[in-house]
């Protein structure tokens, strides 16, 4: 039995299911470790010593590579000072700072630790801010697990999503059509970075649409709200909208902000200030000061290396290999998403089982990738390591093509 196996079996003991959320035994494609044991750069370690080149970079965390030397060398100084306190250190002023003079239309920032909190926080916020309670919500875009958001109903009751509407991402005819339902108790549109949908080709927010929710809210006098959690910090520093020259009221970060240690942020404008200082939003951990270190560490990292050039490189490089390796092996992909946050389907896939199969064909030779859900790189990944993990893709495309029925293969050419 190995050892990853054995967990698999004490935590169905002891925990309902096994394991909750997106990481759950359940969830995970067949063959897939459930336990990790460590990490280092861009590789991963699971709890039986296979390493992989890692594309998932704990779903999104881990910007700068695994144990980055700077972030962990801050981590180490402040864990040294302290970490929970009566209340904040400094170094929830100097990253306050940071974040304002990094993101455009940050005026003020706010700490919290998960995605969902930011998120949720930005919610309450402007409703807050507007006294209104209709929000604008993408059909089939991922907010977090809170009951206003979370994809699955079950323990939701139908109070709890009284006051969304939902229209489709980049079709500002729909966006017009759902504020048009709210009327004047429109409190706010939330919009993800870019439309990453699990398993749906991803799409970047088209110039037309951010402007035409730009001005939604305007008319409508509520407030347009990013959810940058996923997307922050890999497509500009400033904002992932940044990148189509629109600017939000209020924007949720998390995940890449601190390279892995706990944290989630909420930045706004002005106009949001006095709102922001009225609602109840605080926890436990929510001050803790290494995290905070953390992403004082990444984000200067970041800008100072400029990793978003880096990892869009990386992307690109990746990108080009499978395109070519799957035509040359017959197959079609449909690669989508910003290069630095790459999803790879196969076309003529309806149920994802090829998909599926390439990815369990790729980490059987040390490439971890996913079928269906957004995939990141970061800074810790260099020509070489991707050069070695098209070498390993190569050999999974020539296996799956030697599992495939006769009938389906290409014709040789002559
Ligand atoms: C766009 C987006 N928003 C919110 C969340 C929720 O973040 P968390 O899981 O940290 O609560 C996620 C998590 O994947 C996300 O991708």
Not at 188 to 207: M, Q, R, W, Y
Not at 316 to 331: K, N, P, V
Request: glycine letters at 8%; hydrophobic letters at 45%; a negative charge.
């Amino acid at each position: 039995m190995t050892i990853d196996a054995d967990l698999r079996a004490r935590a169905e003991r002891v925990i309902p299911g096994g394991m909750w959320g997106h990481t759950a035994i359940d969830r995970q494609p067949p063959g897939y470790p459930q336990f990790f044991e460590r990490a280092d750069g861009c590789r991963i370690w699971d709890v039986d010593g296979r390493a992989s080149i890692d594309f998932i970079c704990s779903w999104g965390p881990v910007v700068l590579g695994h144990h980055d030397p700077d972030v962990e060398a801050a981590v180490r100084a402040q864990a040294a000072r302290g970490d929970s306190l009566n209340g904040p250190s400094p170094r929830l002023v100097e990253l306050a700072e940071l974040l304002v003079d990094l993101v455009p239309h940050a005026d003020w920032a706010m700490f919290s630790k998960n995605g969902t909190d930011a998120t949720t926080a930005c919610v309450t916020i402007a409703r807050a801010g507007t006294g209104r309670r209709k929000v604008l919500v993408a059909h089939g875009a991922y907010h977090g697990a809170a009951p206003w958001c979370t994809p699955s109903l079950v323990g939701v009751t139908a109070e709890d999503r009284a006051h969304l509407i939902e229209f489709d991402y980049n079709d500002a005819a729909s966006l017009r059509t759902a504020a048009a339902v709210a009327g004047g108790d429109l409190a706010a549109v939330i919009v993800s970075g870019f439309k990453h949908d699990l398993g749906k080709n991803h799409e970047l927010a088209t110039p037309d649409f951010a402007q035409a929710a730009r001005e939604v809210c305007d008319a409508a006098g509520a407030a347009l709200i990013v959810d940058d959690v996923r997307a922050g910090f890999r497509l500009d520093l400033g904002g992932s909208w940044e990148t189509v020259g629109v600017r939000p009221d209020l924007s949720a970060f998390s995940k890449a902000i601190a390279n892995g240690y706990p944290l989630a942020a909420v930045v706004g404008g002005n106009r949001f200030r006095d709102a922001a200082s009225r609602v109840f939003v605080t926890g436990s951990f929510w001050t803790a000061a290494v995290p905070m270190a953390a992403a004082i560490a990444t984000l200067t990292k970041l800008r100072q290396t400029d990793g978003i050039a880096h990892m869009r490189a990386m992307g690109e490089r990746l990108r080009a290999g499978l395109e070519d390796q799957s035509r040359a092996r017959g197959f079609r992909l449909i690669q989508s998403g910003p290069p630095q946050m790459p999803l790879v389907l196969f076309a003529d896939d309806p149920g994802r089982a090829l998909g599926l199969a390439f990815c369990r064909e790729a980490l059987a030779r040390g490439v971890y990738l996913h079928h269906v859900h957004t995939m990141f790189l970061s800074t810790a990944h260099t020509p070489a390591d991707i050069d070695e993990a098209l070498d390993a893709t190569d050999r999974a495309f020539a296996a799956l093509a030697s599992t495939r029925p006769s009938s389906s293969k290409p014709a040789l050419r002559a």
